[in-house]
């Protein structure tokens, strides 16, 4: 079994920052890439940002310059830091695992964390 838990978000004025986590826990898995996508109502789920076990790294347009992410392999854990945050990046954020587990490599995916951009 493997769990994607996403935290860290919440409520931000304009022009803030917020920070995302999510680890990926369980036993026998090997991580290819992990990444954070965002949803909002009536959209398609989009992707945010990624980074593979490498390190490579790749963003949307509407977010590079502005959001970071990184990865501490040892705790299985990826981050976004969300910087400059504009009232367009409200959305729930969902982490998503690029696994291989049990002879099969598929995604996994957290339950989403809601973040708020509003003064």
């Known amino acids: 079994q493997v769990q994607i838990v996403e935290s860290g978000g919440g409520l931000v004025q304009p022009g803030g920052s917020l920070r995302l986590s999510c680890v990926a826990s369980?036993?026998?898995?090997?991580?290819?890439?992990m990444a954070w996508y965002r949803q909002t109502l009536g959209k398609q789920r989009e992707l945010v940002a990624g980074?593979?076990?490498?390190?490579?790294?790749n963003y949307a347009d509407s977010v590079k310059g502005r959001f970071t992410i990184s990865s501490d392999n040892a705790k299985n854990t990826v981050y976004l830091q969300m910087d400059s945050l504009k009232p367009e990046d409200t959305a729930v954020y969902y982490c998503?695992?690029?696994?291989?587990?049990?002879?099969?490599?598929?995604?996994?995916w957290g339950q989403g964390t809601q973040v708020t951009v509003s003064s």
């Open positions: 980074i593979s076990s490498g390190g490579s790294t």
């Open positions: 998503c695992g690029d696994l291989y587990r049990e002879g099969f490599r598929r995604n996994y």
């Open positions: 369980g036993s026998d898995f090997r991580i290819y890439i």
